[in-house]
């Protein structure tokens, strides 16, 4: 007979020697590559993988902040709602309606969404973003993250979304100032 606590303590052991000799590994290479760029300094250090290991103003994760598009319903990346349950979206929270009248609304925040660069949800939001434009950027770090144009945006009231802020245009010249100009030339 096969003694079950056995296998599994012996498989709990394995597991331990595995991640150990993994993370040694790793410490290995990072000496390594620490001794090449020390002496060659033109050199790029790279993991044992084969990429290029990030700069060190890069190695922190940025927080990532959104505001819902009033056209577009982003659903919150790696949600699955359940049975009964409603969906969720970035940046939107749910009303409830009448079936008969359309159902439930999904009215914006005045809050922005919020997540870390690094993490599954910042990487898709980045990627739709980038891609279709799906959500506003919060502010320029988020823009620049995206790398997309920040676009000042505002809160309307009227239609219960984000819009981008009215631009104030410059004054359009008098009539007098312009026929001055053109005399003095």
């Given at each position: 007979m096969i003694d079950?606590?056995?296998?599994?303590?012996g498989h709990r052991r394995f597991i331990q020697r595995h991640r150990?000799?993994?993370?040694?590994?790793?410490?290995?290479?990072?000496?390594q590559a620490l001794r090449q760029a020390q002496s060659n300094p033109g050199f790029t250090p790279r993991s044992p993988r084969?990429?290029?290991?990030?700069p060190k103003e890069t190695e922190f994760m940025a927080l990532l902040?959104?505001?819902?598009r009033a056209d577009l319903l982003v659903s919150l990346p790696g949600a699955r709602p359940l049975p009964g349950e409603s969906p969720r979206?970035?940046?939107?929270?749910?009303?409830?309606?009448e079936p008969n009248k359309?159902?439930?609304?999904?009215?914006?925040?005045?809050e922005a969404f919020e997540c870390d660069s690094d993490s599954d949800t910042g990487r898709r939001?980045?990627?739709l973003t980038r891609r279709d434009a799906s959500l506003w950027c919060a502010d320029a770090e988020t823009a620049r993250e995206c790398g997309v144009e920040f676009v000042r945006?505002?809160?309307?009231?009227?239609?219960?979304?984000?819009?981008?802020?009215?631009?104030?245009?410059a004054p359009a010249p008098s009539l007098a100032k312009v026929i001055e100009k053109k005399a003095a030339e």
């Open positions: 079950l606590a056995r296998v599994q303590s150990q000799a993994v993370s040694l590994e790793l410490e290995i290479a990072k000496v084969g990429l290029a290991t990030a902040r959104f505001y819902a979206y970035v940046g939107r929270f749910r009303v409830a309606g359309g159902g439930a609304k999904y009215p914006a925040l005045r939001l980045v990627k945006i505002e809160f309307s009231e009227a239609e219960g979304a984000w819009t981008p802020a009215a631009r104030v245009a």
